[in-house]
């Protein structure tokens, strides 16, 4: 499930890209570390740090202009509150935030939330800036706790999509539901049923609702959130490819194939235009169409689109990524339907070996490899 990036800042930020890079690079290592003597319930949630950590290895800029837009609202926050916390403080947590530290930030909005809970707005906004820290961390768990509170504090239409959001992405689907509720509730009162927050707020709640199962549900809301998105910003941006995707998604899980396959190519096209053929979006695009193929039989048509995919994930993210490790697989999983057993065996242990080292022997990713080349071998005999 997408999420709205933080809006850009004309603030100027002197952390730089090489700051930035060797940052991400003493993270990784730091997991990494972690990860070895880590319990397995720490494991998880490491090989989620780690994989996240690498996509933004992969796209330094990307990633590091997201950080800078964070670290202008952050210092946008801190100059708000200056009263309360004082010129050398404020002054120290600045040159930290510009330095790519958010410690001494994060430890001055949560001396406000401890002073200031009774002033409901402002520790909302406390909470919220706590969230967005922990957010650039990789601390998802702590994130949709701030982003909870901030939400339960003063529920506007900002706190409650990321509450929202990071409940959705730490598996808390009966919370996000709840939240995706009283976001769309919200939206509808402060930007009417035409704008394009609520068809973002749509979205989010949809994305819940299926993932419970609940597809009668959420198929109205992907479609309603599909035209909005049509009539506000067009057919020809990334954003409605995305919708498309959602809705052919929701298509594809439920079996109706005929209306998955044109959402997806159009996916595909708009993504072609928009952010290029080079991109692990797109290669996401591809990957999602080779799964209709194959489900549908068309197995030479899905082995084109896989090994495109793979080729352009290799290039993008690198071989190391657990992304990678997903195309190895569902290029494995075609190459064992159709009875390619010893091109699919290789893939597979690459696949695993990746797994275990990002994820973990028993991320839920991992076991799925793991039984799918046990399914392999239980087929094949050598």
Do not use: C
């Not at 730091?30 to 996509?55: M, N, P, V, W, Y």
């Not at 999602?288 to 793979?310: C, F, K, R, V």
């Not at 993210?317 to 339907?337: F, I, M, S």
């Amino acid at each position: 499930m997408p999420s709205e990036p933080p809006s850009p800042s004309e603030t100027p930020i002197t952390f730089t890209l090489q700051q930035y890079e060797d940052q991400i690079a003493k993270k990784i290592a730091e997991a990494e570390s972690k990860f070895k003597t880590a319990h397995d319930e720490e494991k998880t949630q490491l090989g989620q740090q780690i994989e996240e950590l690498r996509k933004r290895a992969a796209n330094p800029e990307q990633a590091l202009q997201e950080a800078r837009a964070t670290i202008a609202k952050l210092e946008d926050a801190l100059t708000r509150e200056g009263n309360s916390i004082g010129g050398d403080r404020m002054e120290a947590a600045r040159q930290a935030l510009e330095a790519g530290d958010f410690s001494i930030a994060d430890t001055l909005f949560a001396e406000i939330e401890d002073q200031e809970m009774l002033a409901v707005e402002r520790a909302a906004r406390a909470a919220f800036s706590r969230g967005e820290i922990a957010a650039q961390d990789i601390r998802w768990a702590d994130a949709a706790e701030h982003y909870a509170r901030a939400a339960r504090l003063h529920p506007n239409y900002e706190h409650l999509f990321y509450a929202s959001e990071f409940a959705w992405r730490t598996g808390d689907y009966d919370k996000a539901i709840t939240l995706g509720k009283d976001l769309l509730k919200i939206t509808k009162t402060e930007y009417g049923e035409t704008h394009e927050k609520y068809a973002v707020a749509l979205n989010e709640y949809a994305s819940s609702l299926q993932d419970t199962g609940k597809y009668e549900q959420s198929e109205p809301l992907h479609k309603q959130a599909l035209e909005i998105v049509k009539q506000t910003i067009g057919e020809a941006h990334p954003n409605y490819a995305i919708h498309l995707n959602n809705l052919a998604g929701l298509y594809f899980v439920t079996g109706k194939y005929k209306l998955a396959e044109p959402l997806y190519l159009q996916a595909l096209e708009i993504g072609k235009q928009t952010i290029g053929e080079a991109h692990p979006d797109y290669a996401t695009n591809l990957n999602n169409l080779a799964g209709l193929y194959e489900d549908t039989e068309q197995y030479d048509l899905a082995e084109s689109l896989y090994l495109q995919a793979l080729e352009i994930s290799k290039q993008t993210l690198g071989e190391a990524h657990p992304d990678y490790a997903t195309r190895l697989n569902n290029l494995a999983v075609l190459y064992r339907v159709i009875g390619k057993y010893e091109q699919a065996e290789p893939l597979y242990l690459q696949a695993i070996q990746i797994l275990e080292t990002t994820l973990g022997p028993d991320h839920p990713n991992t076991l799925t490899v793991k039984s799918n080349y046990e399914s392999l071998l239980k087929t094949w005999e050598k």
